[in-house]
């Protein structure tokens, strides 16, 4: 069965730290996995998609990795900012035999991220 | 420049009584989605349409429909809500199917069922 499983569900840190949230996924066969971040109240905003040949990428104070043998995936915040508190969603899309990408997205339960000063 | 517009923000509706939560687009996009989303849950697809062909969710209650007159706008009726049909409704759009691209969501409708 395809699942997103994402780690820990919550977490709570100090604001200028850094933290790591996990992703693991049994998608197969596999097109590409995005890190998405929910506001409350608001929609998911995308933050990095990785597709199996790239191992890492980042946007601004956020670095996604991936190791697609494995079939994890991290996303790293660095020097937490108040307004990073939100939840933050990994989301796979599966493959297709031609190697293209189904439209079908599978969305884990998300990491609830809450940035104290 | 608001991309993926949803109104509105907050619906509210009798038990049993029809409504209907629209989306649109500035993006041009050929794929709009919509999608249901309870608390603490991840966002459950209900169809899609790629231009006008209209996906249907094997498991998306016959109680929901879609209309989609253009390419800038998708509607989400819903014909006869139950409680367990308070939820936030996202719509979300991308420029092709099964692309690499992702998919850019609105800020959704927050339905309550009353």
């Known amino acids: 069965k395809n699942q997103v499983e994402q780690s820990p569900q919550s977490l709570i840190i100090l604001e200028g730290k850094n933290c790591t949230l996990q992703?693991?996924?049994?998608?197969?066969?596999?097109?590409?996995l995005r890190w998405y971040k929910q506001d409350t109240g608001r929609g998911p905003v995308s933050l990095t998609i990785?597709?199996?040949?790239?191992n890492t990428k980042s946007n601004g104070r956020y670095t996604a990795t991936l190791d697609a043998d494995t079939k994890q995936s991290s996303l790293h915040i660095t020097a937490s900012q108040l307004s990073d508190s939100a939840s933050y969603i990994c989301v796979v899309t599966g493959g297709r035999p031609d190697g293209g990408a189904t439209n079908k997205l599978i969305f884990g339960t998300g990491t609830l991220l809450a940035v104290q000063p | 420049d608001a991309m993926v517009i949803q109104n509105p923000r907050y619906q509210v509706t009798q038990f049993g009584k029809p409504v209907t939560l629209s989306c649109s687009q500035t993006l041009n996009h050929n794929v709009m989605y919509w999608y249901q989303q309870k608390s603490s849950q991840a966002p459950k697809l209900l169809f899609h349409y790629y231009d006008k062909d209209f996906n249907n969710e094997a498991d998306t209650p016959d109680n929901f429909q879609s209309r989609r007159p253009n390419t800038s706008f998708c509607f989400l009726d819903i014909r006869s809500p139950g409680l367990g049909d308070a939820a936030m409704y996202l719509c979300a759009t991308s420029s092709d199917r099964g692309s690499n691209q992702p998919q850019h969501f609105g800020d959704g409708t927050r339905l309550s069922i009353l």
């Open positions: 990785m597709t199996f040949s790239e």
């Open positions: 992703c693991n996924y049994t998608v197969s066969p596999f097109s590409n």
